[in-house]
């Protein structure tokens, strides 16, 4: 890794500034900054923007401009690893800039950003999308004003860069060692590098919420006598009109029934590495996956929750969707931001189908008559494409969304597809248009169910 991998002047900087930023001055040779307009909110609870457990080299170097941190991997090379939103909110710019190249502007609130640059391709994300603690927002690169593959990161207050705090933590990069660079002078030498391993794992458990379409989707939370249901991700499905309901909670997967009265036990499912879960029902079989280590696992109800693995690998922790057509049970992962399929009629060999460019955290799957269509979201677009069209991914029109929470019904051979944006859950349909309409069902995950005609919704 080069000694100093970017140079961003602050002539450069002042370019890339958005209009939230505050007004900077030059006096004599010091840097400083304009007051700003108001006071920020509370400081938000940013995590290092890579994925869980992943340790990341935190430095600075002269003249790099006060708080300004560029990040390089420990573990191998930078080159093509994810970048993570370090905590949700909207995105306000994705996209090309001189100096930083390919990068990303996320508006967090009360006067809070994060900047992520030099991002190694085009944003898969865009403006007015809303983005979850966690979701993919890039790769690392090296474009602009680069000379080694790194990310190079910033916490906006109230439009002027300060200290990047992790977890809670400070991240002790403050000073460049110059005092002509800014945004204030920090007196001091450079800061010394450090190593931070990532918390940013999307795991954290939360209730879960129970919404249905005959009931004005009036939001309840799920729990009985053994206390409420929570977890970071779910999936549910139905077997002779009862509801159950899957959830992932540090890595251990539960269900709960509805005709238990919701009581949460734990499968023996565990060492799920991320959010990816999916449930279905074959001859009246129950039948989970979850992602470990990028591998997919099957257990079911008659082989007492053997968690076995498929032989499918190299898959994202986050993305997973199943259904079951005619009995043949089938497999959707995302593999390097592109769409596989396997099936147990061919021993679960994971095969390409065309469709890329997606979002490695939403994925979304329905049988409608014997014809599979799958649903994606593409830069904050959900897209769907179908068996019958040769896996043709096309643009639903559906858009803002979030780029983690992904759910689909076929209801009466009505396509349903389920969104977030802005932390709601919206519903639209292949009937009217595709017409996104907020539930008003809050949460940042999602998963859906049909019973007796009636559409139901949970959320974490």
């Not at 090296?142 to 207050?157: D, K, V």
């Not at 109230?158 to 990047?164: K, L």
Request: proline share 4%; glycine share 16%.
């Amino acid at each position: 890794m080069a000694s100093k991998p970017v140079r961003l002047l602050t002539s450069a900087f002042l370019a890339l500034a958005t209009a939230a930023a505050a007004t900077f001055a030059t006096v004599g040779a010091t840097a400083v900054v304009a007051t700003p307009a108001h006071a920020a909110g509370p400081r938000p609870h940013f995590q290092l923007p890579f994925p869980c457990g992943e340790t990341w080299r935190l430095a600075t170097y002269y003249g790099h401009d006060d708080y300004d941190v560029d990040m390089t991997f420990t573990g191998g090379g930078s080159s093509g690893r994810p970048i993570l939103a370090a905590y949700g909110g909207t995105v306000t710019f994705a996209g090309w800039g001189s100096s930083a190249g390919w990068y990303v502007v996320i508006d967090h609130g009360g006067g809070w950003q994060t900047r992520y640059m030099h991002m190694i391709e085009r944003p898969p994300v865009a403006v007015g999308q809303w983005v979850a603690t966690g979701q993919q927002i890039g790769r690392v690169g090296s474009t602009g004003n680069s000379t080694g593959p790194h990310l190079h990161y910033e916490q906006i207050r109230d439009g002027v860069r300060s200290e990047a705090w992790f977890n809670g933590v400070p991240s002790g990069i403050t000073s460049d060692g110059s005092p002509h660079t800014g945004p204030l002078y920090v007196a001091g030498p450079v800061s010394a590098p450090r190593n931070v391993t990532s918390n940013n794992c999307g795991t954290t458990p939360r209730q879960a919420w129970e919404a249905a379409s005959n009931a004005g989707w009036r939001a309840l939370p799920v729990g009985g006598s053994g206390g409420p249901v929570t977890g970071s991700a779910t999936a549910a499905i139905t077997l002779g009109g009862t509801k159950l309901l899957y959830t992932v909670n540090n890595g251990n997967v539960y269900e709960a029934a509805s005709n238990a009265g919701w009581r949460n036990l734990w499968t023996g499912i565990s060492g799920v590495s991320g959010n990816a879960l999916a449930a279905i029902t074959v001859d009246g079989v129950k039948y989970v996956y979850t992602v470990a280590g990028g591998n997919v696992y099957e257990a079911s109800s008659a082989n007492g929750w053997r968690n076995l693995w498929t032989g499918i690998s190299g898959v994202s922790d986050n993305a997973l969707a199943a259904i079951n057509v005619n009995g043949v049970k089938y497999l959707y992962t995302v593999v390097g931001g592109v769409v596989h399929e396997a099936s147990s009629a061919n021993g679960w060999r994971n095969l390409n189908s065309g469709i890329g460019g997606v979002s490695a955290s939403a994925l979304a799957a329905l049988n409608v008559g014997g014809v599979k269509h799958v649903y994606t979201v593409v830069g904050g677009m959900v897209h769907e494409a179908a068996s019958n069209n040769g896996w043709r991914n096309l643009n639903s029109g559906i858009g803002g969304v979030s780029g983690s929470a992904l759910a689909a019904l076929n209801v009466g051979g009505v396509k349903h597809v389920y969104t977030v944006v802005g932390g709601a859950v919206h519903e639209a349909a292949s009937n009217n248009g595709w017409r996104n309409l907020n539930s008003g069902v809050g949460g940042s995950a999602v998963s859906a169910i049909t019973l007796d005609g009636v559409k139901i919704l949970y959320t974490v």
